[in-house]
């Protein structure tokens, strides 16, 4: 048997509230540009508003108009959506805490994760939003995924607790010293002063 592979998240659908308070949350907080909606064609009783998060894939909202916003936390027992974390860049990680501060909405101010800092703050529906800004660019032709599968091995090695900022530069230089040629025959650190 044959692996089914998976090459990405192709969208995510979540249960909203009424149309205009998912619009208001999604575009209005979010900044996520409001792609276009149908009915839920396994429920005409509601809608289906479609969102870009910024990488041109979907965040989808079913809504109805008799569900209005219940700010409650939603479950976290297992089988449950914990949260959803989106990207951001650091300027827009550090600008959201006036911005969410000027709407009155509650959040963790940031949250260092050793390999990202961090947001994190409810919908009006109670779901935790994250929002994470890497610490770290990877190398042209890598992906996070790439540094990130390397320094958590060198995290490991060390005994350390969590990723930080030496595994991920160890990483990163050895994916450039591998991926990238070079005319010397000596690569090594060296100390010219």
Request: net charge negative; charged share 25%.
């Amino acid at each position: 048997m044959r692996k089914i592979q998976a090459q990405g998240v192709h969208h995510i659908t979540l249960t909203g509230a009424d149309r205009q308070t998912s619009i208001d949350f999604w575009e209005g907080v979010l900044g996520m540009p409001f792609i276009f909606d149908q009915p839920n064609l396994d429920n005409p009783r509601e809608g289906h508003l479609y969102f870009d998060p910024g990488d041109g894939r979907l965040i989808t909202i079913f809504t109805n108009e008799d569900r209005k916003p219940d700010p409650r936390r939603t479950p976290t027992e297992p089988g449950c959506v914990h949260h959803i974390a989106f990207n951001v860049s650091r300027a827009s990680l550090l600008m959201s805490l006036k911005r969410l501060d000027d709407r009155g909405i509650k959040h963790t101010g940031i949250k260092d994760r050793g390999f990202m800092d961090s947001v994190y703050f409810k919908d009006p529906l109670g779901l935790m939003i994250e929002l994470a800004s890497y610490k770290f660019e990877p190398p042209v032709g890598c992906t996070h995924a790439d540094v990130m599968i390397r320094a958590h091995k060198k995290r490991v090695a060390a005994g350390d607790y969590n990723i930080a900022e030496p595994h991920l530069a160890d990483a990163i230089e050895e994916l450039v010293l591998e991926r990238q040629g070079s005319l010397s025959d000596d690569r090594g650190a060296k100390h010219p002063y």
